[in-house]
């Protein structure tokens, strides 16, 4: 056969949209990359780790899915939480499929309430994906899944563990059995579609927030100022750290820069290994108070800036 690009003139494809939703640490970003069999989105043990929509591809037979994982839906405050909540609806809007997690340890809380009637309100049904089933009991896992079976809400229940990988493969068979006919978007060996450079700042953040404790993750972002290709293969990145008050400068940059270097060696290391080639890494904080009310953060991130 002729070279063609993509898989055009195949006919025997599908390609579908999926998003992920669910509440903040239900295990959204951990099942994303085991469906991709990639690390693209940041997982922490903290809440609300992921901000923007990230988007993972992955190819079950000649089925191709674009997973959409977003961030997780609480109840919004500040003016970053509402862009959050909107992305997570948005990516939610956009698919065809969508995954809502339960964490099946923790039950049902009022944030899987909140969402399970907000789907209830607009008659969409979503597909169960009850998570963290690892060293649990089958019998408190079937009774929770009666009592979630019982909204209404859901097509199909998987009892899954995101993090073992336990069940994730009948969840894609089925997610890819649902998917529509016709040809990938992205090509076959393409794992996101997440930019470099948000992702190279991703990184950062997740060490940020695996490194510094309380309210000061939630103080920080991390933009990715500079990017430079350099003629040895290697790349040379220039971040910035926000922080919102002074105070919070000299924890992040610890007792003689101690702390910044430890995040920027973290971070260096696994770029190294995401992007397959040496990182130069340089990282500075900056005190930027209003970070979260500074409209051009938000494009950064990919988010929409909403009053
Ligand atoms: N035991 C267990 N832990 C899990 C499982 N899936 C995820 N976790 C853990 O749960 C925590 C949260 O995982 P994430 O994937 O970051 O959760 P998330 O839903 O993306 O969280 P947000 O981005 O904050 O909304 C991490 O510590 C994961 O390692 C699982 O199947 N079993
Ligand atoms: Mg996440």
């Not at 956009?94 to 809502?100: G, I, K, Q, R, Y």
């Not at 040809?183 to 060996?189: G, S």
């Not at 990715?224 to 924890?251: F, L, N, Y």
Request: aromatic share 6%; charged share 30%.
């Amino acid at each position: 056969m002729a070279n063609l690009p993509e898989n055009e003139g195949a006919e025997d494809t599908s390609c579908g949209f999926v998003a992920l939703i669910g509440a903040p640490n239900a295990g959204k970003s951990t099942l994303l990359n085991q469906l991709v069999g990639a690390k693209v989105a940041i997982v922490t043990h903290k809440v609300q780790t992921t901000r923007t929509r990230i988007t993972g591809i992955g190819m079950y037979e000649k089925t191709q899915l674009v997973f959409i994982d977003t961030p997780g839906i609480f109840e919004p405050k500040r003016r970053l939480d509402r862009a959050m909540v909107s992305a997570a609806w948005q990516g939610s809007a956009d698919a065809e499929n969508t995954v809502l997690l339960i964490d099946a340890r923790k039950g049902i809380t009022a944030d899987d309430e909140r969402i399970i009637k907000a789907l209830q309100k607009i008659e969409r049904t979503v597909i169960l994906a009850l998570n963290k089933i690892d060293g649990m009991r089958r019998d408190s896992l079937l009774a929770l899944m009666a009592k979630l079976n019982e909204t209404g809400v859901f097509s199909d229940t998987f009892l899954i563990s995101a993090l073992k990988g336990d069940g994730v493969n009948d969840l894609k068979a089925h997610l890819a059995s649902n998917a529509p006919k016709g040809p990938w978007m992205y090509p076959e060996d393409q794992l996101s579609d997440t930019t470099m450079r948000i992702l190279a700042a991703e990184i950062t953040r997740e060490k940020v927030y695996l490194r510094l404790h309380e309210e000061l993750p939630y103080a920080t972002t991390v933009e990715t100022e500079s990017w430079e290709d350099r003629p040895d293969g290697s790349v040379r990145i220039e971040q910035v750290v926000h922080v919102e008050r002074e105070t919070q400068k000299g924890i992040v940059i610890g007792k003689g820069g101690s702390m910044l270097k430890k995040l920027g060696q973290m971070a260096r290391e696994e770029m190294e290994t995401e992007f397959g080639c040496r990182v130069h890494l340089f990282l500075h904080v900056r005190t930027t108070e209003r970070w979260a009310d500074d409209k051009t953060m938000y494009q950064d991130m990919g988010l929409d800036f909403v009053d």
